[in-house]
């Protein structure tokens, strides 16, 4: 398997406009993570899904982020409309089990940068 | 909100010294992982201590859990240049029937040629 994969690996946006990050996860894994990582705020855990159904959302910042899971291999994290504070690498990780006793893959992620 | 705190944020050693890095967390865990993050890059897993566990070994890598103290320490023996990184814990608190994986802000660990 090649791993998560996340597209695309660089974005920059102007404010206002909407930006929709992608992940593919493992194949065969249950969890998908989208996680945000800024010097200020570490690695802030967004939303996470299991077999495609979100299960804890508390962690998204407002209404202009969204995350959708449409099947087992395939989410996105939407941002409408961006704002220059949103500017952060988002990562996407999957595991088998969420992270009961299994570990979680991480994909390269995506810097997002809001102008 | 974080569950995971580390201890120091940032290190700095001479190649071949030990590196000890701690966590500190609030909540009731299944287990607690540790992650690397080299530059630019994606997290990796480490190593994994289940809750019932006191110590654990991975090579370089020796981990302890003190679940009364709510702490645990990843200690790199014999450290190297390319063990310069971000070292993260992360908890998988008990949430019922699903399983959430949070982390901590990280320590930066730079090991000096």
């Known amino acids: 398997d090649a791993g998560v994969i996340q597209s695309p690996r660089h974005e920059v946006t102007e404010m206002g406009q909407e930006v929709t990050l992608r992940c593919k996860p493992i194949?065969?894994?249950?969890?998908l993570f989208w996680y945000r990582q800024t010097m200020m705020r570490g690695l802030e855990l967004l939303i996470y899904?299991?077999?495609?159904?979100?299960?804890?959302d508390s962690g998204m910042p407002e209404d202009r982020f969204s995350a959708k899971m449409p099947n087992a291999s395939f989410s996105t994290l939407k941002i409408q409309p961006s704002e220059p504070r949103d500017s952060a690498v988002y990562f996407c990780?999957?595991?088998?089990?969420?992270?009961?006793?299994?570990?979680?893959?991480f994909g390269q992620g995506t810097r997002l940068t809001v102008v | 909100s974080q569950q995971g705190e580390e201890d120091p944020q940032a290190l700095s050693i001479q190649e071949g010294e030990n590196a000890t890095m701690n966590c500190s967390y609030k909540t009731s865990i299944n287990n607690l992982q540790w992650y690397r993050q080299n530059s630019g890059r994606g997290l990796v897993h480490l190593i994994l201590i289940r809750s019932n566990e006191r110590e654990k070994h991975s090579g370089r890598l020796r981990v302890t859990l003190d679940t009364s103290k709510k702490s645990s320490s990843l200690l790199i023996t014999a450290s190297r240049a390319a063990d310069t990184a971000s070292y993260f814990c992360?908890?998988?608190?008990?949430?019922?029937?699903?399983?959430?994986?949070?982390f901590g802000k990280g320590i930066t660990l730079s090991v000096r040629p």
């Open positions: 990780a999957s595991s088998l089990t969420g992270g009961r006793n299994t570990e979680a893959f």
């Open positions: 899904f299991n077999n495609n159904v979100p299960i804890d």
């Open positions: 992360a908890t998988d608190a008990v949430t019922g029937a699903n399983s959430k994986l949070t």
């Open positions: 194949s065969g894994h249950d969890y």
